[in-house]
């Protein structure tokens, strides 16, 4: 099949594709980030990078192929809850509109766009833009990461995946333990931080999310940065967070991994996930980022796609005649 990917990072359809059995004949990309197209140059050389979405001409560009799958995550600032909400007054949000002047034009069979969590009201738009309704999908039930997301698509989708009930702890690497399940990933993760005198100078204790997150802290600390991953640490009983665009500013995941310190009131340990563990966190392969700096290879796993999730979507196309 030939594939079309727009904002494509790091090539996570292509991971999918493979991983549910579809054979690619010719996959074009669209990416203008440097490392996010070495990472996938490195493990798939055969991709075509066509570059920004914006110069992405069809017919010309295709030398007469037809295009059979349609798919990309158009960059989500501008609807996230967790930004200041430009929705489409955002310029890097308004680049959905090119997915859609692609989906018109190459006519494709398939197609599927994932974004994030938004406001009914763009939502709305993009549903009717794409004439589909979106399918929610956690990416807590293939993985250890809390990660809520939409994804609108032709595809006939057989109901969610099945809950794996993956932990945290079950994606640590050798001799990292006693860690259970992550925040989501964001591309800020690689900026680090510390949690300097957190638990030092504060009562500690356990506080459930319905996400299946369990983060330790103090319950007014845990009340005032709500909607903030600041100072959180969590435990190997419950979820990553999101991995983020920004993990930056202390906002990378911190997992308490010396539950024994912790349960006798004594000063626990903690660090930040290693890339691998990040990379599982999204279903990527081990080591599939390797080839940029850690820096970057935090970065592009937050701005990319749970695989499993995707390939559990892309599983049900028929390719007899495609």
């Known amino acids: 099949m030939n594939v079309l990917s727009l904002f494509d990072g790091m090539a996570c359809g292509r991971i999918a594709l493979e991983r549910c059995g579809h054979k690619v004949t010719n996959y074009y990309a669209a990416e203008i980030d440097k490392f996010a197209m070495k990472v996938a140059k490195a493990n798939y050389p055969d991709i075509c990078h066509l570059g920004d979405v914006c110069d992405v001409m069809w017919p010309e560009m295709f030398e007469g192929i037809k295009i059979d799958l349609l798919v990309g995550g158009s960059p989500c600032q501008g609807f996230s809850f967790a930004g200041r909400q430009l929705n489409f007054d955002d310029p890097r949000s308004k680049l959905f509109w090119e997915y859609v002047r692609l989906l018109k034009e190459t006519k494709p069979r398939y197609f599927m766009l994932e974004n994030v969590r938004m406001k009914k009201q763009s939502q709305d738009v993009i549903s009717e833009a794409l004439g589909v309704q979106p399918i929610a999908i956690n990416s807590s039930l293939v993985s250890a990461q809390n ?108 997992v308490l991994f010396n539950a024994d310190a912790y349960s006798n009131q004594m000063r626990p340990l903690w660090r930040k996930l290693t890339p691998i563990e990040c990379e599982r966190l999204q279903t990527v392969p081990d080591n599939y980022t390797a080839h940029v700096s850690n820096t970057q290879r935090y970065k592009m796993l937050g701005n990319g796609w749970t695989v499993d999730v995707i390939a559990h979507i892309l599983k049900n196309m028929e390719m007899d005649d495609v």
């Open 147 to 254: 990660r809520h997301r939409l994804y609108w698509t032709n595809i006939p989708v057989d109901g969610l995946p099945d809950d794996k009930g993956i932990k945290l702890k079950d994606i640590l690497e050798d001799g990292c333990v006693d860690r259970y399940k992550s925040h989501c990933l964001d591309a800020n993760y690689f900026k680090g931080g510390n949690l300097k005198s957190y638990f030092e100078k504060h009562r500690r204790q356990l506080v459930f999310s319905d996400d299946g997150l369990c983060q330790v802290g103090t319950a007014a600390e845990l009340d005032h940065y709500k909607n903030d991953q600041i100072k959180r640490v969590y435990h190997p009983d419950g979820k990553a967070p999101t991995l983020l665009v920004n993990q930056g500013g202390n906002r990378e995941p911190k």
